[in-house]
C-alpha cells in the first residue's frame, strides 16, 4: 500500500513539472521573452530538437500536447524563439545526427597542436617555380612544367593535414567520419586551426604529399592541361618559397 501511494505521488509531481515546463513553452510561443528559464530547460529543448526533425518519443509527444504544440514546425519555431536555432537551421544535418561545432576540448586541442607543431628540414623540399598554382583553400596545388626531354609533367601536392592530428582530435574526426558539404556551406572534419596549419600556400613551408605524372604528348595536349591547372586554382606568383 505504501509503494503505491509512493508510486501515485511520484506521477503527481511528474505531472505537475509536466505542466509548468509546457506552460512556460506556451508561453514563449506566444512571444513571451524565454527568461527566467526553469532548471529542465536543457532536457526540454532536446525533446524539442526530437520533434522538430519527426523523431518523437513518448516525452516529447507528452510535452508538446501540454502545451497546445502540434507538428514540427511548431517546436522549431520554439527552438528559434529560445535562440537555440537560427531560422534558417539546417533541419537535414539534425535529422542524420551531423555535428555541426566541435566540443571546445577539441577547439583547444586542435589550435595547440597548430601552434607547436613545426616543420622538419628534410632534403626532399621542393620550391614552388614557375606554373604552379594552389588551390582557394589550400587543399592542393598544381605545378605543370616540361622535363627535359620535352614531355609534359604534372605534379599534384596535397596538404597533409593528419600530421596535425592526434589524441581527442582524431577520436573526433573519426566520429564525423568526412567533410559534409550542403548548399550554403561545408561543415568541415577537422577544425580550423588545423586546416589553416596544413594548407599549402607560397608564404610559409608546409609539408605535403605529391604525386608526379608523366604526360605523353599524344596523350592530351599540353596547352589545354595547363588551361585546366589555371582554371581549377588560383595562380601563385612571384615566390620562392618552399612547400
Request: glycine residues 6%.
Amino acid at each position: 500500500m505504501a509503494q503505491q501511494l509512493q508510486a501515485a505521488e511520484r506521477e503527481a509531481q511528474q505531472q505537475e513539472n509536466l505542466q509548468e515546463l509546457a506552460a512556460w513553452l506556451r508561453r514563449v510561443a506566444d512571444g513571451d521573452a524565454p527568461d527566467p528559464r526553469p532548471p529542465e530547460a536543457e532536457e526540454v529543448v532536446a525533446l524539442l530538437e526530437a520533434a522538430a526533425v519527426g523523431h518523437d518519443t513518448a516525452a516529447s509527444v507528452a510535452l508538446m500536447q501540454a502545451a497546445h504544440m502540434h507538428g514540427a514546425r511548431s517546436a522549431f519555431h520554439v527552438l528559434v524563439r529560445l535562440g537555440h536555432w537560427t531560422a534558417d537551421e539546417s533541419l537535414e544535418l539534425h535529422r542524420l545526427g551531423v555535428p555541426d561545432e566541435f566540443p571546445q576540448s577539441v577547439l583547444d586541442t586542435a589550435q595547440q597542436a597548430a601552434s607547436q607543431t613545426t616543420m622538419p628540414a628534410w632534403p626532399g623540399r621542393r620550391r614552388w617555380g614557375a606554373n604552379t598554382y594552389v588551390s582557394s583553400s589550400g587543399a592542393r596545388a598544381y605545378r605543370f612544367r616540361r622535363s627535359l626531354r620535352g614531355r609534359g609533367v604534372l605534379e599534384v601536392h596535397l596538404a597533409v593535414p593528419a600530421l596535425w592530428v592526434d589524441g581527442v582530435v582524431q577520436a573526433e574526426a573519426a566520429e564525423r567520419g568526412r567533410t559534409v558539404g550542403i548548399v550554403e556551406r561545408e561543415i568541415p572534419l577537422l577544425p580550423d586551426a588545423i586546416l589553416e596549419a596544413s594548407r599549402l600556400t607560397a608564404a610559409a613551408a608546409r609539408p605535403a604529399l605529391t604525386l608526379r605524372m608523366r604526360l605523353a604528348g599524344a596523350t592530351l595536349p599540353m596547352d589545354r592541361v595547363a588551361a585546366w591547372t589555371a582554371a581549377a586554382c588560383d595562380r601563385v606568383t612571384g615566390s620562392t618559397d618552399r612547400h
